[in-house]
């Protein structure tokens, strides 16, 4: 009787503090590893540069899939079974360490042929709804989960000031907490019911200041991308560690550092920012990953940059070894470190506190009992389940900025004409971060484009004709056109002029020969400059990059759904005012923060 009430304390105590236990399988671990093994924890390798043997010779901790990084079968089963033969590596080595799988999962399982794609985050930003967004990160940590990946470098934190900055559509908003809001949302969203196979870590990105870099200070032959973020303390402390602190309040796994300098240093090599605030003084008890090739750019040979950066504080590295396009050998960085800790450069102690940090996560993960892709989750992978709810997060994202009484349209107008680069093109709606790391136009993936969605919500009798360059609508009752922004992703996406394209100029121009009223929809990574341009225009819809789901323009168009999203940031009225501050209304923007009409 005694015996038995005692197990059940222990139980109860041990369901208290599941930590604890976890605490200590690391530690009994840990203790068996030697340093070489130690060090294989630490390195990532993208898939496509990895020689598979070295899981096991070398004991690999970590993949990834960097943007494009796909199986020859880019196929859900393709994928699983990719995932699966790496597992089975991990497993023929002395520890059985499972190996942590990384890719950037950024608006969906955005790198897998028929994955559900949501809006980019700058979409998600303007529905100010996290409830929607908690669904749209367990979605796709359920695709995720598909195909056995763990790991998301998901959610960017990022509080983007410049609009010239290519990966302006990666933050939610210019309001730290609003970021804070839909990034504690999104992580929430993967990190649900952590241990089971849905479950995926979230990864807060790019620690600390992205958002912040200065034009004229690129890295990498980039204007803005990488640069330096000058940042006093008390705007680090009012606005940037906003949403980090949120974050590890609420159980982010991992956080990866930023590419940029703050006040004139790499991140990646600051003590400060990943030893002192964000582990000691904020309380990150998860692991650190450095960025792709990151830890390269700081200044010094490869052997001090592993140093450097090891030493302020970063767990793991993303090497991840792509020599044919200029980056090392990820067994030079093996060897390299192994060096420096011979030498001393690097303590026991701070290995074994990084190590242990990435075996905590993998424990808490699940993944030493269940290292294998869950096959039950293909049925509903780019489902109709899941696209209803990209279709949902589309019409909530999308702000009317203007409209002189020509929407809702009404699904019987006679003759409506469609055009421009944007209307029928799958690969233009969904941007960056889509199959291949830049994006690419065309037919790239399965989805319904804007002018699909129109010509499936009119009625019969309505005529929906359709010209990319806006010819041949002569006689039409109303007509739309899709402009904006091709693909790209990161500083590729650095552009001095925010103005709209000589063709879209010229689709313009065509459409706006036939007098009828004109409804103009931009899709687009950020606001562009259309002051010069507004007034030709009866109607005008921001779209974002909405993703596979166009149905959802439609949706607002006929007025299915009266327009809820607003601007979660300012629209500059030109390229002077850039960048504009959000609560400036000393100096007002073309639309301010908040901005946007319903019906
Ligand atoms: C980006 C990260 C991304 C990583 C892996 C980097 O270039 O800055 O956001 O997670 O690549 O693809
Ligand atoms: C990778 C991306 C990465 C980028 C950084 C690309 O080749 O696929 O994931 O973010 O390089 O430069």
Known sequence: MKISKYIYIFIFVSFLFPKKSIDKKVANLLDKMTMDEKIGQMTQVDRRFLNPQDIIDFGIGSILSGGGSVPEDNSIEGWANMYDSYQELAQQTRLKIPLIYGIDAVHGHNNVKGATIFPHNIGLGC?????????????????????????????????????????????????????????TATIKGYQNKLGKK???????????????????????????????????????????????????????????????????????????????????????????????????????????????????????????????????????????????????????????????????????????????????????????????????????????????????????????HVAGLGANDIGMQCGGWTMEWQGKLGDITKGTTILEGIQSAVLNNSKVTYDINGENGQNADVGIIVIGEKPYAEGVGDRENLNLSEEDIATLKNMQKYNYPLIVIMLSGRPLMISDQINNWDAFLAAWLPGTEGDGVSDVLFGDYNPTGKLSFSWPNSISQIPHDYQDKKNPALFDYKYGLNY
């Open 127 to 183: 529905t100010f709804d996290k409830k929607l967004v908690y669904k749209v990160a367990d979605i796709t940590a359920r695709e995720v989960a598909a195909t056995g990946i763990d790991w998301n470098f998901a959610p960017c934190l990022a509080i983007p000031q410049d609009e010239r900055w290519g990966r302006y559509y990666e933050g939610y908003s210019e309001d730290p907490d609003l970021v804070a809001d839909l990034g």
């Open 198 to 416: 849905h479950s995926i870590a979230a990864c807060a990105k790019h620690f600390i200041g992205d958002g912040s870099t200065l034009w004229g200070t690129g890295d990498n032959d980039y204007k803005i991308d990488r640069g330096n973020a000058v940042i006093s303390d008390e705007e680090l402390y009012n606005k940037h560690l906003i949403p980090y602190q949120k974050a590890i309040d609420n159980g982010v796994l991992t956080v990866m550092a930023s590419f940029n300098s703050y006040n004139g240093l790499k991140c990646h090599a600051s003590g400060y920012l990943f030893n002192d605030l964000l582990k000691e003084e904020l309380g990150f008890e998860g692991f650190v990953i450095s960025d792709w090739r990151g830890i390269d750019e700081i200044p010094g040979d490869y052997k001090s940059d592993i140093i450097t950066s090891i030493n302020a504080g970063i767990d793991m590295v993303m090497v991840p070894g792509d020599v044919i396009w200029g980056g090392q050998d990820y067994h030079d960085f093996l060897r390299l470190f192994k060096e420096s800790v011979l030498e001393g450069s690097i303590s026991e102690e701070r290995i074994n506190d990084a190590v242990s940090r990435i075996l905590k996560v993998k424990y808490m993960m699940g993944l030493f009992d269940n290292h294998y892709a869950d096959r039950s989750y293909i049925d509903d992978f780019g489902s109709s389940k899941h696209r209803d709810v990209a279709r949902e997060a589309v019409r909530k994202s999308i702000v009317l900025l203007k409209n002189e009484g020509i929407l809702p349209l009404s699904k019987d107008v006679k003759h409506i």
